[in-house]
């Protein structure tokens, strides 16, 4: 049997990494969904305060969304998941290669840099879009968004932004 050839140890590493990443998001989703509503709402004027905490922001999602108020945005998570998950290993395997031997753990912490710099160019767009239909119901009827299509779509074309909302 014997050990595997190098480019079948990069797959599987990516393979691996990726589906991990995914569930550990699909797993921590529904506490993410409730951060970002707890900061959108501390943006809010004080009047317009939906939940008095995390504990009754989770009672009220539960109570009037159910387990799919918890998975709003996930859409995003699952395009984009698992391209930014192999576009670190991308770059951390190259940072391993531009950075130089002997800095010690300085060149570790380089190549850290390197790999979230090219994971960041995928993670950024992927939490913006989630992070929208987390908490579009709070920002009232100007932003409705009932899909991850029409959300991507009026993202990059604003002009189609009217149409495609709702």
């Known amino acids: 049997m014997g050990e595997e050839a190098a480019p079948e140890r990069v797959w599987h590493g990516l393979a691996a990494g990726a589906l991990s990443g995914l569930a550990s998001r699909a797993c921590t989703h529904p506490l993410d969904t409730t951060k970002?509503?707890?900061q959108v709402q501390g943006a809010l004027r004080a009047r317009e305060r939906l939940?008095?905490?995390t504990?009754?922001?989770i009672r009220q999602t539960a109570a009037g969304e159910g387990l799919r108020g918890f998975y709003k945005g996930f859409g995003p998570v699952l395009l984009f998941s698992v391209p930014g998950t192999m576009a670190y290993y991308a770059g951390?395997?190259?940072g391993k290669q531009v950075v130089p031997e002997g800095f010690g753990v300085f060149r570790d912490g380089a190549v850290g840099v390197v790999?979230?710099?090219?994971?960041?160019?995928i993670f950024a767009p992927m939490d913006i879009l989630k992070e929208r239909m987390q908490v579009q119901?709070?920002?009232?009827a100007r932003h409705h968004y009932t899909s991850t299509f029409k959300l991507l779509v009026s993202s990059s074309l604003p002009e189609k932004r009217e149409r495609l909302e709702d």
């Open 92 to 94: 951390y395997e190259t």
């Open 51 to 53: 939940y008095a905490g």
């Open 137 to 140: 119901h709070m920002l009232g």
């Open 36 to 38: 970002a509503r707890l």
């Open 115 to 121: 790999a979230q710099l090219f994971a960041g160019a």
């Open 55 to 57: 504990w009754d922001a």
